[in-house]
C-alpha cells in the first residue's frame, strides 16, 4: 500500500497501482526474487515487453487501462482512434492548456506529473530514497568531480507511475548538454521495489544531462528506467536554447522517476513537499505545478 500526499484536497490517499500482484509477489516471494535477478531485471524482459506495447495487438490493453485507472482523456490532445498500439497512448500528448505554469522566472515548477520527494542540505554519500534508504551520489552518476559541485544542494526524486503522463519537460528556460548514458538492470521503481533492492537507482539503466537554466543554476537532470520501460527517449536538441515548459523526452511504458540535483543556496521548495518528504510521504505533483522558488 502506498501513501501518498494530496496537497489541493492536503489529505493522504492509497495509489491504485498497476499490476499491484505482480509486483508483491516479486518483490516478496524467494521464487519472485530468484526470477527478478535471472530475468526479469535483465534489458530483454523490458525489450520483449517492450516490443509488444509497440504492437498492434498491445492496443486492446487501452480501454481497459483507462477505465481501471480513471485517466482523464479529456485533456488528452489525441483520441483513442490515433492510438495504433499501447505506446502510442502511454506516451501521450496533453493539450496545452491541461498544465497551467506559471512564467515568473523566480517560481520553480515540477518537470512532470508524478510522487514527489525533496531533499535538502544533501549529504552525497546518504542521499535518501523514499523508505530512507541511502544511495550514493558518486555512485550515481560516476562522476567525482562532477558530483562535489552538488554538495549541500537540493535534491528532486519524481516518480512517475505508469498510470500518469509520461513526457517530461525543462523547468527554466536555458541550455541542456549532450546526454550521458549509463547501463543498468531494470527494476521496478516502486517503493516496495526500493525497500528490497539496496541503491536500487544506481543499478538501474540511467541517462543524465546538465541543464545551464537561467535562474536555477546547473541543474543535473537524470532520467532512471524501469522494468518494462522499453525506452528511454530524449526530444531535446542539445546545447540550443529551450525555454520553461519545453519537452525534454518521454518514457515509454512503464513506472520510471526523474531526479533533479540543484546546487547549494539556489532554490528553496515549498514547506509543505519538505514536511511530507521527512514524514517519508511523497506529494502528488502536476507538470507546470510551482514546487519552489529561486533563493535571491
Same mark, same amino acid.
Given at each position: 500500500?502506498? $501513501?501518498?500526499?494530496?496537497?489541493?484536497?492536503?489529505?493522504?490517499?492509497?495509489?491504485?497501482?498497476?499490476?499491484?500482484? /505482480?509486483?508483491?509477489?516479486?518483490?516478496?516471494?524467494?521464487?519472485? *526474487?530468484?526470477?527478478?535477478?535471472?530475468?526479469?531485471?535483465?534489458?530483454?524482459?523490458?525489450?520483449i515487453y517492450?516490443? /509488444?506495447?509497440?504492437? #498492434?495487438?498491445?492496443?486492446?490493453?487501452?480501454?481497459? @487501462?483507462?477505465?481501471?485507472?480513471?485517466?482523464? *482523456?479529456?485533456?488528452?490532445?489525441?483520441?483513442?482512434?490515433?492510438?495504433?498500439?499501447?505506446?502510442?497512448?502511454?506516451?501521450?500528448?496533453?493539450?496545452?492548456?491541461?498544465?497551467?505554469?506559471?512564467?515568473?522566472?523566480?517560481?520553480?515548477?515540477?518537470?512532470?506529473?508524478?510522487?514527489?520527494?525533496?531533499?535538502?542540505?544533501?549529504?552525497? !554519500?546518504?542521499?535518501?530514497?523514499?523508505?530512507?534508504?541511502?544511495?550514493?551520489?558518486?555512485?550515481?552518476?560516476?562522476?567525482?568531480?562532477?558530483?562535489? $559541485?552538488?554538495?549541500?544542494?537540493?535534491?528532486?526524486?519524481?516518480?512517475?507511475?505508469?498510470?500518469?503522463?509520461?513526457?517530461?519537460?525543462?523547468?527554466?528556460?536555458?541550455?541542456?548538454?549532450?546526454? #550521458?548514458?549509463?547501463?543498468?538492470?531494470?527494476?521496478?521503481? !516502486?517503493?516496495?521495489?526500493?525497500?528490497?533492492?539496496? &541503491?536500487?537507482?544506481c543499478k538501474?539503466?540511467?541517462?543524465?544531462?546538465?541543464?545551464?537554466?537561467?535562474? @536555477?543554476?546547473?541543474?543535473? @537532470?537524470?532520467?532512471?528506467?524501469?522494468?518494462?520501460?522499453?525506452?528511454?527517449?530524449?526530444?531535446?536538441?542539445?546545447n540550443e536554447?529551450?525555454?520553461?515548459?519545453?519537452?525534454?523526452?518521454?518514457?515509454?511504458?512503464?513506472?520510471?522517476?526523474?531526479?533533479?540535483?540543484?546546487?547549494?543556496?539556489?532554490? $528553496?521548495?515549498?514547506?509543505?513537499?519538505?514536511? &511530507?518528504?521527512?514524514?517519508?510521504?511523497?506529494?502528488?505533483?502536476?507538470?507546470?505545478?510551482?514546487?519552489?522558488?529561486?533563493?535571491?
Amino acid at each position: 500500500m502506498i $501513501k501518498y500526499y494530496n496537497r489541493k484536497s492536503k489529505k493522504y490517499e492509497i495509489e491504485k497501482v498497476a499490476g499491484e500482484k /505482480y509486483l508483491n509477489w516479486i518483490y516478496s516471494s524467494p521464487i519472485g *526474487m530468484n526470477l527478478l535477478e535471472l530475468f526479469i531485471k535483465k534489458k530483454l524482459f523490458s525489450s520483449i515487453y517492450g516490443k /509488444y506495447c509497440d504492437s #498492434k495487438i498491445s492496443k486492446k490493453k487501452i480501454n481497459s @487501462f483507462i477505465k481501471d485507472f480513471n485517466i482523464d *482523456m479529456k485533456i488528452c490532445s489525441s483520441s483513442l482512434n490515433d492510438f495504433n498500439n499501447f505506446n502510442d497512448f502511454f506516451t501521450r500528448k496533453l493539450k496545452k492548456d491541461s498544465r497551467p505554469m506559471t512564467k515568473d522566472k523566480n517560481i520553480l515548477i515540477s518537470p512532470g506529473d508524478g510522487k514527489l520527494l525533496a531533499y535538502e542540505n544533501i549529504n552525497l !554519500n546518504k542521499v535518501s530514497n523514499i523508505k530512507g534508504i541511502n544511495y550514493s551520489f558518486y555512485e550515481l552518476i560516476k562522476d567525482n568531480k562532477l558530483a562535489d $559541485k552538488y554538495s549541500n544542494g537540493t535534491c528532486l526524486i519524481l516518480r512517475l507511475c505508469p498510470t500518469d503522463y509520461h513526457r517530461f519537460h525543462f523547468i527554466d528556460h536555458g541550455i541542456c548538454s549532450n546526454t #550521458k548514458k549509463i547501463k543498468g538492470d531494470y527494476y521496478s521503481v !516502486n517503493p516496495l521495489a526500493l525497500v528490497k533492492v539496496p &541503491q536500487l537507482f544506481c543499478k538501474n539503466k540511467r541517462e543524465y544531462s546538465i541543464f545551464h537554466s537561467e535562474n @536555477f543554476g546547473n541543474i543535473l @537532470f537524470m532520467e532512471v528506467g524501469a522494468t518494462c520501460v522499453g525506452s528511454i527517449i530524449q526530444t531535446y536538441t542539445p546545447n540550443e536554447k529551450v525555454s520553461k515548459g519545453e519537452e525534454k523526452g518521454y518514457f515509454k511504458f512503464g513506472g520510471s522517476t526523474v531526479i533533479l540535483f540543484f546546487e547549494k543556496e539556489k532554490i $528553496k521548495i515549498d514547506k509543505d513537499i519538505i514536511k &511530507q518528504s521527512e514524514s517519508g510521504h511523497e506529494t502528488q505533483v502536476f507538470m507546470g505545478e510551482s514546487i519552489g522558488f529561486k533563493i535571491k
